[in-house]
């Protein structure tokens, strides 16, 4: 959520970054001003009222004790108590929209973002050479169900196109993966969080994803609760809420987390042919990292994560590339986002296996997530970021289109070994 005081200050500069960012949002910021004004002006007529009502309440005793007729003040307070209730539903209807309104606009991009689509993002770095084989090499699905790693076609038996079965090795070689990102995540000093995989709609309201995407997720029905639950699209989510409406103290912070969880997603449309496969698809697993942070440490948290989820790609031996992503591409509830992407050569270019982004104080304040700083005693609002680290069904892929030889088989990536029992090669039995 925005600050209101800094859409109040200069709401021509809010409607000029929510622009860059490619959403129009010049009739939702002028209402939001409105409503703003509308609601302090009930709330200072209906104060003006209760101080009215106090101070005639006092004269009763008195007129009485002098004989004079209190009747007129019984009315005038009957009159006053009608139009404090009326005031009270007037400014639950103008509070309620405003709500709405503030909810609904998207983070502010960080000034420094160029502004627009996915067209103007800005490759930072590249690590290693592009993969080049000498022979024709195989899509991922082929050589996986081939080597009996992943059971496509019962997969979508069972739940529907966009799942998969991992098998034998397969299943195998997707738990080396978790487990070589949760090894680097500890040696780093993250704590380890189990995190439910349903929640509640807050949850989806504090991350940002909440209302706009309220459709984007699976929703879970309960006869015996009418509260929303959906199951989580990513650990974020959860992630984002642990703290909600908590005060935090100075010495708390930073708190880094990663989670390990499946991500359950709505893929709307149709894919493309060079999509087929894991790439896009409905359950995935993922370790997502997480950290709340002071504001003035925010940047140095960012870049933390960036390098971290670099060091995973490189530990793996893929070659990658880290872009800045342009305002119009970053999510809704970002303010900047730095994506990781590899290559897959079947896709014929680079596709993103991790999003690190920066949420600066826009989480806090859509879950009322503060601390306390030490020298003043000032309330402040905490600054939440987030990184995939990573997400396993594109890495997988790459993995094995990269690593695969010309007999079919697959070279298991060095830092994957030693949780497989030393197999270095996974050969058609």
Known sequence: ???????????????????????????????????????????????????????????????????????????????LKAEIAAGDEKLRTVEAEYRVKMLSLPNLPDPDLKPGGKENNEPLRYYGEPHKFDFTPKHHVDLCTDLGLIDYERGAKLAGTGFWIYKGLGAQLEWALLNYFMECHLKDGYEMVMLPHMLEYKCGETAGQFPKFADEVYKIENPT???????????????????????????????????????????????????????????????????YTLPEKSDEAFEELVTKAENLVKGLGFHFRTVKLAAGDCSASMARTYDIEIQIPSMNGYKEVSSVSNARDYQARRGNIRFKRASTGKVEYVHTLNGSGLATSRIFPAMVEQNQRADGSIVVPEVLRKYLGGLEVIEKK
């Open 225 to 291: 609760d009418d509260r929303m639950h959906f199951m989580l699209p990513t650990a974020e989510t959860a992630l984002a809420s642990i703290y909600r409406d908590e005060i935090l103290t100075e010495a708390d912070l930073p708190k880094k987390f990663f989670a390990y969880t499946p991500c359950f997603r709505r893929e709307a449309g149709s894919h493309r042919a060079d999509e087929r496969g894991m790439v896009r698809g409905h359950q995935f697993n993922k370790i997502e990292m997480f950290q």
């Open 1 to 79: 959520m925005l600050d209101i005081k800094r859409i109040k200050e200069d709401p021509n500069g809010v409607k000029a970054g929510l622009k860059a960012k490619e959403v129009d949002c010049d009739d939702i910021v002028d209402r939001i001003l409105e409503l703003d004004k509308e609601r302090r002006s009930i709330i200072a007529a209906n104060e003006a009222r209760k101080a009215e009502q106090n101070k005639v309440s006092k004269e009763i005793p008195m007129k009485k004790k002098a004989g004079e007729d209190v009747s007129p003040i019984f009315a005038r307070m009957a009159e």
